[in-house]
C-alpha cells in the first residue's frame, strides 16, 4: 500500500513541475524571442518605406470576399494596419491598445484594418468571434501565399504583431523597420505617432 502511495505521490510531483514548466515556458517565450530579435535581428530590404506610397494586396473578409487594400487607403483617411494572427500571444495582447485607438481616433479620421496571416480560416473566425473587433479583419488567402504576393510577403513581415501606418494620401508613415521593430517598443511609438498627428 505504501508502495502505491509512493508512486501516486511521485505521478503527482512530476504532473505539477510539468505543468509549472509548461506555465513558465508560454509566458517567458515573448521575452526570449524579444531579446532573440535584439541579438540577432537584421533588417531586410522591403517595398515599403517611409515617405513611399503603399503596396496594394488582395485579402478576404470573413464571408470570404475578396478586397483590396486600395479599397481603404489613399481615400483621405489614416490607416493603420496591424499585422496578426490568432496563434499569436503579443497580436492578442495588443487588441485592447487597438480598441483604445480605435476609440479614440476613429471619428477623427483613422481607419484600423486586421491583416490576419493566419493558414486555417478556422481558427481566425473563431478568434474573431472571441475577441469582436469593431474594425474590418482581413486574411491573407492561399493564393496570395502561393504567388507570393501576400501582404506578409509585400512588407517584408518578419514577426507579429507588426504595424505600418499610412497617411491619407497613402503614404507610409510610420514602418517597424525605420525604428528597430520591437513589439513593446512599437506599440509605444505608434502611439507617440498618433497623439502627434491628433494634436494631443
Given at each position: 500500500m505504501k508502495r502505491i502511495l509512493k508512486k501516486i505521490v511521485k505521478v503527482i510531483l512530476y504532473t505539477l513541475l510539468i505543468l509549472v514548466l509548461a506555465f513558465i515556458s508560454i509566458f517567458a517565450?515573448?521575452?526570449?524571442?524579444?531579446k532573440w530579435r535584439e541579438l540577432n535581428f537584421k533588417p531586410k530590404p522591403q517595398l515599403t518605406v517611409i515617405g513611399k506610397p503603399f503596396v496594394d494586396?488582395?485579402?478576404?473578409?470573413p464571408d470570404s470576399t475578396v478586397h483590396r487594400l486600395s479599397e481603404y487607403a489613399g481615400k483621405g483617411q489614416y490607416v493603420l494596419l496591424d499585422f496578426w494572427a490568432s496563434w499569436c500571444g503579443s497580436c492578442i495582447r495588443s487588441f485592447p491598445m487597438l480598441m483604445e485607438l480605435h476609440e479614440k481616433y476613429h471619428d477623427r479620421g483613422l481607419l484600423i484594418i486586421g491583416i490576419s496571416h493566419d493558414r486555417n480560416p478556422d481558427a481566425w473566425r473563431y478568434a474573431l468571434s472571441q475577441h469582436a473587433c469593431p474594425w474590418p479583419m482581413l486574411r491573407e488567402t492561399t493564393a496570395s501565399w502561393e504567388g507570393n504576393t501576400s501582404a506578409s510577403a509585400l512588407y517584408a513581415i518578419e514577426y507579429l504583431p507588426?504595424?505600418?501606418?499610412?497617411?491619407p494620401d497613402g503614404q507610409v508613415?510610420?514602418?517597424?523597420?525605420e525604428k528597430h521593430g520591437f513589439v513593446d517598443d512599437e506599440r509605444q511609438q505608434l502611439q507617440a505617432k498618433l497623439a502627434e498627428i491628433f494634436e494631443e
Open positions: 517565450w515573448d521575452k526570449v524571442n524579444q494586396f488582395e485579402a478576404e473578409l507588426t504595424f505600418v501606418l499610412l497617411a508613415i510610420f514602418s517597424p523597420y
